[in-house]
């Protein structure tokens, strides 16, 4: 009798050991826009579409490009979802688009569905230069690339103070300083970056400053000291609209600063927070510190 109990538990312990240990999180339909950019969308969507793909259990990932007329070149080596797609196939998205106009059919449908918490949006570094005529992806984005006259800023002081400089105050929006920079947490308790380092360095990168916006319903996770502005930079954000999640990265000029595992951490992290709310990806043992950056290998060049 006593053996077979022993057994019984020894299976017990076995059995639990061998199942996943974290809470079953649903597969997400990521889909990453592009196709327009004044930065290398050629060579960045690649970089992320491939860090999704890695965590398959947890992202499928669809790439759509809104090509400039003219622009001869294919988009990408892999096929890509005919633009304009259709939303309601996907649960979150993710842009690296800064160029024409969307159609208003489009937009409505992404102004609405974000609304109604059926889809998320992820805003990637030059997403936030696009669309400044558009009142509500001005809203969606919080804050982005806008002269000063466009709208509010918002920036921390020494103490870690929140200070809003009205519209017209200070400069335009601009990198003022570029080079590796430390990301420091505000809200170390959010999901997105709960556990990694209160301050981690970011591979070289433009450090935006100087984002403008109406600032509402905004949610600032991390900063950035700016040698060019010698203030802290909103530097990773959220922003509540309706019910709708939008995680937003002023990071990501380039190949070099996407291969930065923090700024390929917080992506994924974010994709999955502005998707269904739940964070499951590990951060990895190779994450950056306070001192020292740290990058995956180099990607391959078309
Ligand atoms: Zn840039």
Redesign the pocket.
Known sequence: MKKVFALAVAWALGFFAASPAQVHAEKLRVLIVDGQN??DWRSTTPIMKAAFEKQADRFAVDVTSNIAKGDKKPAHPFDTVPFPPDLSKYDVLVSNYNGGSWPKEFNDALDARLKEGKVGLVIV??ANNSFGGWKEYNQMIGMGWRDAKYGKRLKLDDEGKAVVVPAGEDQGSG?RYTGDFQVVLRDAAHPVVKGMPKEWMHARD?LYDNMRGPIENVHLIATAYSKGTKTNEPMIWTVSYGKGKVFHTPMG??ANSMRCVGFLTTLLRGTEWAGDGMVTIAIPPEFPTAEKTSSIGEAKKK
């Open positions: 004044n930065h570094h030059a990198h433009e000029h380039d």
